[in-house]
């Protein structure tokens, strides 16, 4: 199956016209094996320091584009973000594919500590979606994006069959000259499947009308309140972006909620905080809150535990890693405060790149990774070191043709 996919991709790559082309051939060179939190996290599914060779392409044409990205990881080959998106019109397009989110854009995900609900610390989740877009005619200034997906979560131990995806998102922005206002509604939903455990769980249509709206399940004899059939999870995102010349700064905010508490914000100020500051030449850095302290604290709504549920035991997660931010835990209640800090700098051929955390709310070490990038015609050399347990370094060589 997984070849008749490639050779489905490699063909179209062949009609896309290409008027912009990418593509690039990857290899890792590991000095050490590593346990430390950003050897680990974020890093698209895999260990920093695993020892594979990738290739990324990247076409694009007047109403498709292709993106291949593969990796080859102990002689088996793997799709990663991969994925075709057509333009159906000037509004709306469909994308097929393993991908990551196509909210919160203005999130740099070199340089965040991650999205709160879909981030690039697991592999992409195969998709099938459609996004569009709506401009008021009378104040063009004002204009909504929008987006729904379905995917599919895998078979483990804990699911016998897997569980689905159901995500939608929709934003209001505001463009008024060098400001950029926004705030948009997430909404993702875990439904269907079947568990060793819970046997299986509804998925029929008449299921999933209700897992759209976030409606009720049955009520249990031991429960104070029905809960919304499926395991949800969303946050209210807002951002504004000022742009001073060639600087752009951006402010925002990811609410998170698990259920109707948080939904109207009972949760107080739980979320992401950020902001990052680019000047599109040389300099980027990003600063980061991170605080999940008030879980739980809203009767009857209790047991809300972000990214952690009581029927879909695997919690907010894919390939055993969180979807969304790698700080927290979806085994077990963590809150916790994290302050992180993101800086990526350029200089002629070269580039520096730094990651810094640390939770405050316990006895944590500094969590860092360190990147010194140059490049020399068309290879690009990147040596990495990450810091925490202990000091672990290795070489990325890549070619771009």
Do not use: C
Not at 330 to 349: D, I, M, Q, R, Y
Request: no cysteine.
């Amino acid at each position: 199956m997984k070849n008749k996919v490639l050779t489905l991709f490699f063909s179209i790559s062949f009609l896309v016209s290409q008027e912009n082309t990418s593509r690039s051939i990857i290899g890792n060179i590991p000095f050490d094996s590593s346990i430390n939190f950003w050897s680990i996290y974020n890093n698209e599914g895999y260990n920093l320091f695993d020892d594979k060779l990738s290739y990324k392409n990247d076409l694009s044409g007047k109403s498709v584009t292709l993106k291949v990205h593969l990796n080859n990881y102990k002689n088996t080959l793997y799709l990663e973000e991969t994925y075709l998106l057509f333009k159906i019109n000037n509004d709306l397009s469909l994308k097929v594919g393993r991908y990551y989110r196509d909210f919160s854009k203005y999130l740099d995900d070199d340089l965040s500590s991650g999205s709160l609900l879909i981030s690039r610390n697991a592999r992409p989740m195969p998709k099938l979606g459609f996004l569009g877009n709506y401009k008021i005619k009378k104040r063009k200034n004002i204009s909504f994006n929008y987006g729904i997906s379905h995917a599919n979560f895998k078979k483990t131990n804990i699911y016998n069959k897997a569980p689905f995806l159901h995500e939608k998102f929709v934003y209001l922005n505001i463009n008024r000259e060098n400001n950029k206002y926004g705030i948009g509604f997430v909404h993702e939903a875990m439904w269907g499947g079947s568990s060793t455990i819970y046997g299986d769980f509804p998925n029929s249509f008449k299921d999933f009308l209700k897992v759209l709206i976030s409606a009720d399940g049955q009520k249990s004899e031991t429960d104070s309140h029905a809960n919304a059939l499926g395991n949800h999870i969303g946050i209210w995102d807002f951002y504004y972006i000022k742009n001073i010349n060639k600087n752009e700064l951006t402010f925002y905010y990811q609410h998170i909620f698990e259920d109707t508490s948080g939904l109207r914000f009972a949760n107080r100020f739980d979320g992401l905080w950020g902001f990052k500051y680019d000047n599109n030449q040389s300099l980027n850095f990003n600063i980061e809150y991170l605080i999940t302290t008030n879980q739980d604290i809203d009767p009857p709504y209790v047991n809300e535990s972000y990214y952690n549920h009581y029927q879909y035991l695997d919690g907010w997660s894919y390939n055993n890693l969180a979807l969304g931010n790698p700080f927290i835990n979806f085994t077990n209640v963590n809150p916790s405060k994290v302050v992180h800090l993101g800086v990526n700098k350029k200089f002629n051929a070269q580039n520096f790149n730094l990651l810094l955390s640390r939770n405050i709310t316990e006895s944590d070490k500094m969590k860092y990774r360190i990147k010194y990038g140059s490049k020399i015609n068309n290879i690009f050399f990147e040596f990495y070191l990450t810091g925490e347990k202990s000091i672990d370094s290795g070489i990325l060589i890549s070619y771009k043709f």
